[in-house]
């Protein structure tokens, strides 16, 4: 009998060692890129940087015990919210036990009774005190500054992060009123942080409120070239000192070096970035591509990023151009050649009669009578492509209710291109506009 330390397991094949270390590498890629508190930390060494600026502000507050508002202005997916947490997680690591943050969102709170009871709720449950449901928004607003001031005794920062700020300069604005108010007094310790998409949020402020506000306002704009390329190699390179072996390290590392670098890679990156160069999209964007990384080769690819390229530049009013019937296509022309004459308002009778007009000039085989145009007219109808303009119009019928076009002419032109049955003419008739 063979004896149980004769049995040994075998070692695993190059290539499942390899498979092994791109899973792992893979979900390293997808933890990075669903945090865009890592998508924000490369840039904390710069002093220009929003994180610098604003853990600056926050921090003084703290060592000087002073009161300071802000505002972060940026549209969404920008990374204002991500910023602000990067900011209170590093601060309460250097300051521990002197930060008390209240957090309210103007989708939510920007009732101001609602506010003021929102702001005591989360100062009895941080201070471990009673709170109570029935107290009067007065009571909540007197708490408040008794809470600023036992706070600023005991040299603990209170910070009221106010998302979707715009929303709470609706109506009298009590609640920024309250807040500001509080925080002049030489007893109080805290920090307001306004957090809007509209770059106007402070300009909404009646004058009392505006007037004890500090007016500083951090921006958060789309990454430049430069920024960009940092972020790329921040996300995409694996870490040499690690669990990985360094070949595979080196091999992985090289090939992203060389996708970086590929013209076509930075044109479609650019051209993504003009539509919307937000860290948010960035980060969806080189998410759906490492999702598409081949696990056998454990390697990135210039294909990976151009798959995820067209999911982002998918266009569906194209995709049903490309599937749409030769009637169907027909229609489409006619009302973009009536745009192109300069007539305002059009129907069904007048597209119709476009249709007939192309025919007889052109004597094309692709007639269809009245009954049939209607329906595809219909079908076009219900997939969106055209729109009735009156609303409603309850005393006309659909062919007499005039309509407008909801496809480009760019669109129009490559869904045609792309219709493998398309007649020829309909292209032509599209490359000279001018045919009367």
Do not use: W
């Amino acid at each position: 009998m063979a004896s149980s330390s004769s049995f040994k397991l075998a070692p695993a094949s190059p290539s499942a060692q390899k498979s092994s270390m791109a899973e792992k590498a893979l979900a390293l890629l997808r933890s990075r890129l669903r945090d865009q508190s890592f998508a924000h930390g490369v840039f904390k060494s710069s002093p220009d940087s929003n994180y610098s600026k604003l853990k600056f502000l926050i921090s003084t507050s703290i060592a000087e015990g002073c009161n300071n508002s802000v505002l972060l202005l940026g549209p969404r997916g920008s990374g204002k919210i991500s910023v602000v947490e990067l900011v209170l997680a590093d601060l309460s690591a250097d300051y521990p036990d002197m930060l008390s943050v209240i957090r309210l969102n103007g989708l939510l709170h920007s009732d101001d009774n609602c506010g003021l009871k929102e702001i005591a709720r989360q100062l009895c449950l941080e201070h471990q005190l009673l709170f109570s449901k029935m107290a009067s928004s007065d009571d909540n607003s007197q708490f408040m500054l008794d809470m600023l001031r036992e706070c600023g005794l005991a040299h603990k920062t209170l910070i009221f992060l106010l998302d979707e700020f715009d929303l709470f300069a609706q109506g009298k604005q009590r609640l920024l009123y309250s807040l500001l108010d509080a925080m002049q007094t030489l007893s109080s310790q805290a920090v307001a942080i306004g957090v809007s998409c509209r770059l106007d949020a402070d300009q909404l402020l009646e004058k009392r409120v505006r007037s004890r506000f500090s007016h500083r306002k951090l921006l958060f704009i789309p990454l430049t070239t430069e920024d960009l390329k940092v972020f790329l190699n921040h996300a995409l390179y694996l870490p040499e000192d690690s669990s990985f072996s360094s070949n595979y390290v080196k091999e992985f590392n090289s090939r992203v070096k060389i996708i970086l670098g590929d013209k076509k890679f930075n044109e479609a990156l650019n051209s993504l970035s003009n539509v919307d160069g937000t860290i948010g999209n960035i980060l969806r964007f080189l998410y759906q591509a490492v999702s598409y990384m081949d696990l056998a080769s454990g390697l990135l690819t210039l294909q990976n990023f151009k798959s995820a390229i067209l999911c982002f530049q998918k266009q569906p009013k194209l995709d049903i151009v490309k599937d749409a019937s030769v009637l169907e296509l027909y229609i489409l022309v006619c009302m973009n050649r009536l745009e192109t004459k300069e007539q305002n308002t059009y129907n069904f009778n007048s597209i119709l009669k476009e249709y007939k007009a192309i025919h007889e000039a052109y004597k094309t085989s692709d007639h269809y009578g009245r009954t049939v145009c209607s329906r595809a007219y219909e079908h076009l109808l219900e997939q969106e492509l055209i729109c009735f303009v009156d609303g409603k119009g309850r005393h006309l019928s659909n062919e007499c209710r005039p309509v407008k076009l909801l496809v480009s002419f760019s669109e129009l032109c490559h869904g045609l291109k792309s219709n493998t049955s398309c007649p020829a003419i309909l292209q032509k008739l599209l490359d000279h506009e001018s045919f009367k």
